[in-house]
């Protein structure tokens, strides 16, 4: 009987454990959002962000004008 | 030429990646830095690695995929090592002349690498880079996005049939792509130091697949026979391709790096084969003329290049523009004694004799016109 109950009781920790641990991940990763894919996979963003951008650099040139033919 | 992605299109990441078995559970920064739990864009790119892959890819790619990884800094594709050896044994014996030169090389000629990331994830950066499919990881490098998009003026342009009046590579009209004669073996390196690439122990040869061609019952056995390593496979089936001339480098007055090559033309040269071996024994290969000239870095040094004719310009080519029949295997006598085809003195610049000696044919090895053919 006392086996049982100490069965009984392990067990009933150990799912609150677990309960408390999902919990709390779901929590983390909620608060924890990574801005990286969010941002990278939303194109609206990217082009809102690369045109930013490309205003800032518009006067600066690329590369030389003077590199021609064939490489 | 592909053409190049938006800046947006650039940096698009497909949000299927997170479904990717191996790589979907590593977060960005794992690999790239970053922050990013920060929301501002500007900030939460401190740090960030574009090619976390390059120079080095021991902490990323090479976690894993660690017995391609060890092979990295031997990989022609990464060391471009050829370039060096090359241009060191044109460069000037003078201590200060030669670093200057070995300064100019690092500035233009070391761009073009490659890395494990700019064949599976992104496009080259030599090319204006751009993830390939939203950083999906592509397990065979696309052609056009990848391969072709730094080999193009020469080898897509033969293999695709864009040099005007040449026709596609044989190849191509089956549908072949590069990786199924160019292995993943042989470009991820196998460990050695080659010289050139032509070294490169398990680079694709003709023989591979046809390798009946002596047999009886081949199309042609007397005249492979005939011809078994004295030319090159390609002197028979390749059509003309393109030469460049005269690289010029330099840095223009806002900083940037300049290149510049005089035109370029088609021809098809046959000359003595410069890198005989076991692996290339024949005499007799198809050469094409490469830009580097005496003052290709003059605006940096002037006499650089003082050993110029160490080496030859008009170097051993495989061109990727195969046909079975060609304007010069049509009969004997389309090759025997056509001095046209071959590489004569008078095809080459006065200042650029001594570097070709060992590669011109000289008029006693000219195949002679045969009777009755």
């Given amino acids: ?71 | 030429m592909v053409e190049p992605l938006a800046p947006h299109e650039k940096i698009w990441v497909d949000s299927s990646i997170a479904e990717d078995e191996y790589h979907g559970d590593l977060g960005c920064h794992e690999c790239h830095g970053g922050d990013p739990s920060d929301p501002n864009w500007k900030t939460a790119h401190d740090g960030v690695v574009k090619d976390p892959s390059y120079p080095d890819p021991s902490g990323t790619c090479g976690a894993c995929h660690d017995s391609i990884a060890e092979n990295y800094d031997k990989n022609l594709h990464v060391s471009l090592a050829p370039f060096k050896k090359m241009i060191d044994m044109r460069a000037s014996d003078d201590k200060d002349i030669h670093a200057k030169v070995d300064g100019a090389r690092q500035r233009h000629c070391t761009e073009c690498h490659s890395s494990c990331g700019q064949c599976h994830i992104s496009r080259p950066e030599a090319v204006e880079g751009g993830l390939l499919d939203g950083h999906l990881f592509q397990k065979t490098p696309p052609m056009h996005t990848v391969c072709t998009a730094c080999h193009g003026s020469r080898i897509e342009k033969e293999f695709l049939g864009k040099n005007k009046g040449i026709p596609p590579d044989v190849h191509k009209k089956k549908y072949f792509k590069c990786n199924k004669c160019h292995t993943a073996e042989e470009m991820h390196g196998d460990g050695e130091e080659y010289a050139n690439r032509y070294e490169v122990k398990n680079g694709p040869q003709c023989l591979d697949c046809h390798e009946d061609i002596y047999e009886p019952q081949a199309a042609n056995p007397k005249s492979h026979w005939i011809h078994k390593d004295q030319v090159s496979c390609q002197v028979c089936h390749s059509m003309p391709y393109k030469n460049c001339y005269s690289c010029h480098v330099g840095t223009d007055k806002q900083g940037f790096k300049y290149y510049k090559t005089k035109a370029s033309d088609i021809q098809f040269k046959i000359g003595l084969n410069p890198l005989q071996s076991d692996r290339r024994p024949e005499e007799f290969v198809t050469l094409r003329h490469v830009p580097v000239d005496q003052d290709t870095f003059d605006f940096y040094v002037k006499d650089g290049l003082t050993n110029f004719d160490q080496l030859p310009n008009w170097k051993l080519t495989t061109p990727h523009n195969i046909q079975r029949h060609t304007p010069q295997n049509k009969t004997c006598n389309s090759c025997h004694g056509k001095e046209e085809l071959f590489l004569l003195e008078k095809d080459v610049k006065p200042k650029d004799q001594k570097a070709n000696k060992d590669v011109v044919v000289p008029p006693e090895r000219l195949p002679r016109k045969r009777s009755g053919s």
Avoid: Y
């Avoid at chain 1, 677990?18 to 963003?45: D, I, M, P, Q, Y």
């Fill in chain 1, 1 to 71: 009987m006392k086996m049982i109950k100490f069965a009984v009781h392990f067990a009933l920790a150990l799912t609150i454990c677990l309960v408390f641990f999902w919990s709390s991940r779901v929590t983390w990763s909620a608060e924890e959002e990574n801005h990286c894919f969010t941002c990278h996979t939303n194109a609206g963003k990217l082009i809102k962000i690369t045109r930013e951008i490309q205003k800032v650099n518009k006067d600066k040139p690329g590369g030389s004008a003077e590199t021609e033919g064939e490489g």
